[in-house]
């Protein structure tokens, strides 16, 4: 006869919920007293707030609040022999400290928000004495934030909880026998004769327990130890469970929050480690550990022991698990140098896994910075979130856009908070889709952002699950032990080539605009201050800024952080994040100054950080100078010329309804926008027919921070209006100043054309108001091409501009850093910009993304003043021979005149500290080594072709010898006189140590 189903299950869940309520018995309140704050305050000045007495139901607190709650009592005489805990829950989170100031465990509220389906996110159980003696004496301090983990105020901020309780083992253990025995239930074929057996037993089990006695209980465990000890034969695929605690260093919660975070997350992995031995964990981003050393030193030299005993993994190669899209090129070689580095000083290991299972996507640049940093393997989970179609794989090889190699895996159960339950393993075999070709996957188990990782529950299930009949095996240990296995079978796995694009979060891609704004500004600056410092340094001695250097470098990788950057954090984090970008800003440009002075210059001079020589225009005391700047290093101004008259510019035009210079004339409508771009020169219309150009449209967009809908082009854009227009020619520069108006935003563009130059440019001003909008501007090409070049880290991605499949489709939206370029084979258009990152590309569409305002998690989210520049390029050939990527780099990074006090002395000169032959091959950084006084060139091909050149040094080298991207030699190159010859595949990154 088939069995009653869901009334049989009703009856075990109701069962399991009155073994439960069976473990604790409460005997009676703890005394509880608490010293609140408005920020977190230290161990040693935990009485430094306002006090309160607390009972059961008090609110103690609101949102961000934080407190020092101390709890007192004595343990009864009636729990002489019995298992004595404490049962705390503060509705929010808290760490449990001992009398030396040591995190020695993480509490969390049982109401906090988390995804019930992967388990109960409280811990609230302290454990005092396995066998008590009576009148045991608790004192108990407790650093604890009126938050749950993520964020949220629960429950009024009350204490739900403080009481001392007797704890039943024999019937926590018959829990946890009969959870996963039902859990396991759930995923067994109901005509399987162990299904069967299995619902035998827990109904056999039942119905002994009547008053849930230890005798009933112990009689219970007996029968159901029979279906626990039942093994699984061989199989033909296991699971490598890894406890972890994934982190957001800010998300829902400020960067200070994190910090408690962390030390509530590593006390409680130590505590369990205590209680388990089998158990082993992994953490990621040195940052973390940097913070926890600062602030908790003892809970750092404990972790320490525990990573020296093989019993904890530290994880992840870059500083903090960073986002791929947005993070400059040498930005993400930072994160990686300062991340190994700091395992290998701090803890003697060498990362060989990059470990980033949350981020937005990941750049095709990213295979060849990890092989060139010593990192072999890739983990991810994200890719599991696309929206529209399923990502192919689960283990495969991922070639980036220069060919090299890494072994990538993605869990299949398509988390990092894995239950680690007897579902979670089914998941994992049945969404596996590489089983059969790879034996072997990852299962992440524990409760992330402050939950403490891996619970008693997690270990308790894989206690039980290591070998049981009706699962795949499942075995604790290390990622790179996982990794090393799975390297052995290279040969049989699927190759993916280029980036991987998550179909999903592409709104991140300009979401807080101000950030994104700084940090292209301040990636550029430090480019610059190494550079001068470092020609500083070789010509005149100065000393080389290393330390606060890398200060500031660690502090923009904290930033680039996947909630922080890509602008889904809430607002509080923004709000820090650039104040202390202005402060950082401030610091670069007085460290850049003092590098400038020690040039040894006496008359102004020019400093071009570009490895091709530039003839341009420069401003310098009122006056247009046209400079013709040496690549690599810098150029006299010569003060007689700052004395001529003016030169007239009979080339340019600038009206109400045109702007014109010796290559384009732009003609504009009423409304403002461009009717019509002719390239004077080829004698072509850029632009469709009755298709206007730079119109600025506002569409609708009710997402969040990370996404909206694929569907927004569909409702009708609202235009702004145009107020104003004036129009000037300002030396070499003609200008259309157009203001518009959007509800109660204000937006101003001047629209320059420049003499002897091929962009216009839009220097944009914008006092944006709005909520729920985005700001767009696009352009109508008369051009026809399949696929869009687009500028990413050392290089460029060819993406489709058609909709053919539904992975076309779904990149509706698509990243892309300095440039994005449309070419026929003999003419192009390229859409450049100084700090924007979103484009949609459409048939003969440039579109570029320039603000949202959504509501969520920063309510107010880019309201206020913003700044940017983005031009339009007209070149012949396609984006290789019309040199966009090098138009690009001019236009965000322009040539600045250094000066002091005006003098105008002849004994200076000019220098090139570096030239190199080819023009695809582009200098990305100059500075100083890290480990020794060489110098550190970095430089890659960016048109993807194989090319041999010659780099020539403006002083004579003793030695060079190509590196990796960690600085560790791989072998000396010839040098004839100043000149090494070096070859190039496509987009190949060398990096050069430089003996002088």
């Excluded at 309160?52 to 008090?58: A, E, M, P």
């Excluded at 957001?248 to 006390?267: C, G, M, N, Q």
């Excluded at 420069?618 to 030169?647: H, S, W």
């Excluded at 501007?777 to 053919?804: M, W, Y």
Aim: include cysteine; aromatic fraction near 10%; charge should be negative.
């Amino acid at each position: 006869m088939p069995y009653p189903m869901k009334e049989i299950r009703r009856n075990f869940i109701s069962t399991l919920q009155a073994i439960e309520g069976a473990i604790y018995k409460k005997l009676q309140p703890l005394n509880v007293t608490m010293w609140k704050t408005s920020e977190p305050v230290s161990f040693q000045q935990r009485y430094s707030g306002e006090m309160k007495t607390l009972s059961i139901g008090d609110s103690w607190g609101d949102i961000w609040d934080c407190a020092w709650i101390h709890f007192e009592g004595e343990v009864p005489q009636e729990a002489v022999n019995k298992k004595i805990v404490l049962l705390i829950d503060i509705s929010g989170e808290a760490c449990l400290f001992n009398e030396e100031g040591c995190p020695v465990q993480g509490l969390t509220n049982i109401s906090s928000e988390f995804d019930l389906s992967l388990g109960k996110p409280g811990k609230r159980v302290v454990e005092i004495a396995n066998s008590s003696k009576g009148g045991e004496s608790i004192d108990l301090w407790a650093d604890a934030g009126c938050n749950d983990l993520f964020g949220k105020y629960q429950d009024h901020g009350r204490l739900m909880e403080a009481h001392i309780a007797e704890c039943n083992k024999v019937m926590k253990e018959l829990y946890y026998d009969f959870e996963v025995l039902l859990d396991l239930l759930e995923n067994l074929p109901e005509n399987s004769a162990r299904f069967h057996s299995i619902i035998h037993s827990l109904n056999l089990a039942s119905l002994f327990l009547n008053e849930y006695t230890d005798v009933e209980a112990g009689k219970a465990r007996e029968i159901l130890a029979a279906e626990l000890e039942k093994k699984g034969g061989d199989a033909s695929l296991s699971i490598s469970a890894i406890g972890h605690a994934h982190i957001d260093l800010a998300w829902l919660w400020p960067i200070r929050e994190t910090k408690r975070k962390a030390a509530r997350t590593f006390s409680t992995a130590l505590n369990m480690m205590d209680r388990y031995k089998d158990y082993v964990f992994g953490a990621s981003q040195p940052q973390l550990y940097q913070w926890v050393k600062e602030d908790y030193p003892a809970l750092y030299e404990k972790i320490k022991d525990k990573v020296s005993e093989g019993r904890w993994e530290v994880q992840g190669a870059m500083w903090v698990e960073a986002d791929t899209n947005l993070s400059g090129g040498e930005a993400l070689i930072r994160q990686i140098l300062y991340g190994k580095r700091y395992f290998k000083q701090e803890f003697g290991q060498d990362i060989r896994v990059l470990w980033l299972p949350d981020v937005f996507g990941y750049s095709g640049a990213l295979p060849q910075l990890l092989k060139k940093s010593g990192v072999d393997y890739f983990m991810t989970i994200k890719l599991s979130w696309n929206t529209y179609n399923k990502f192919p794989h689960h283990t495969f090889l991922w070639s980036g856009i220069d060919g090299s190699e890494v072994l990538a895996h993605m869990p299949p159960e398509g988390t990092y908070n894995s239950a680690a339950s007897p579902t979670s393993i089914h998941k994992a075999e049945t969404e596996y889709l590489d089983k059969g070709v790879v034996t072997d996957c990852m299962m992440l188990f524990g409760i992330g952002d402050g939950g403490g990782g891996p619970g008693e529950e997690h270990l308790e299930r894989l206690k039980r699950e290591e070998n049981l009949n009706g699962l795949i095996p499942v075995k604790q240990e290390f990622g790179i032990e996982f990794f090393d296995r799975l390297s052995g079978k290279y040969e049989n796995y699927p190759k993916w080539h280029g980036e991987l694009y998550l179909e999903k979060h592409q709104g991140t891609y300009t979401s807080q605009g101000k950030n994104k704004r700084f940090n292209r500004k301040l990636e550029i600056l430090l480019r610059e201050l190494e550079f001068v410092s470092a020609m500083a340094r070789l010509r005149k001695d100065s000393i080389y800024p290393a330390e606060q250097i890398e200060e500031i470098w660690k502090e923009m990788l904290l930033y680039q952080f996947h909630d922080i950057l890509p602008g889904s954090s809430i607002h509080r984090v923004y709000d820090e994040s650039l104040r202390r970008y202005e402060a950082l800003e401030i610091k670069i440009k007085d460290l850049l100054q003092d590098a400038c002075q020690h040039l040894g210059q006496t008359t102004p001079f020019i400093i071009n950080t570009l490895s091709w020589k530039r003839r341009e225009w420069v401003q310098f005391e009122g006056r247009y100078i046209r400079v013709e700047a040496q690549p690599m290093g810098f150029t006299t101004l010569n003060c007689d010329i700052c004395q001529k008259e003016q030169e007239e510019f009979l080339s340019l035009t600038a009206a109400k309804n045109k702007l014109e210079n010796e290559f384009l004339k732009v003609e504009f409508k009423e409304d403002g926008s461009i009717q019509s771009i002719y390239d004077k020169e080829i004698k072509r219309e850029i632009l469709e027919p009755d298709c206007p150009g730079n119109v600025l449209r506002v569409y609708h967009d009710t997402g969040d921070a990370w996404d909206f809908s694929i569907q927004y082009r569909q409702r009708e854009a609202q235009p702004c209006a145009l107020i104003k227009v004036s129009t000037s020619v300002n030396g070499p520069k003609a200008e259309v100043v157009q203001v518009y108006q959007f509800g109660t935003s204000q937006i101003e563009q001047r629209i320059i054309l420049t003499e002897g130059s091929r962009r216009l440019d839009f220097i944009t001003k914008v006092g944006w108001h709005e909520s729920n909008k985005m700001l767009r501007t696009s352009f109508f090409l008369q051009l026809k091409a399949l696929e869009a070049s687009c500028d990413i880290q050392f290089g460029s991605v060819k993406r489709p501009t058609h909709s053919n499949t539904g992975v076309d489709m779904a990149r509706y939206e698509v990243c892309a850093h300095k440039w994005v370029d449309l070419s026929e084979a003999d003419y192009g258009v390229a859409l450049l910009n100084d700090c924007k990152y979103g484009y949609c590309l459409k048939e003969n569409i440039l579109d570029l993304n320039l603000l949202r305002s959504p509501g969520y998690p920063d309510e107010i989210a880019d309201q206020g003043l913003h700044e940017f520049t983005y031009s339009l390029y007209p070149h012949t050939g396609n984006e290789t021979t019309g040199m966009v990527a090098q138009a690009a780099y001019e236009l965000n990074m322009p040539l600045s005149v250094h000066f002091e006090k005006n003098t105008c002395k002849t004994e200076s000169e000019d220098f090139s500290f570096i030239q190199i032959d080819n023009n695809n091959i582009i200098v990305e950084t100059v500075k100083k080594a890290e480990d020794s006084s060489h110098i550190i060139l970095r430089v890659y091909e960016c048109h993807g072709t194989t090319t041999v050149t010659g780099i020539r040094f403006g002083l004579p080298p003793k030695g060079v010898v190509l590196t990796d991207l960690m600085e560790q030699e791989i072998m000396p190159l010839e040098v004839y006189g100043c000149e090494v010859n070096i070859k190039f595949k496509p987009f190949e990154i060398h990096t050069l140590k430089i003996e002088y």
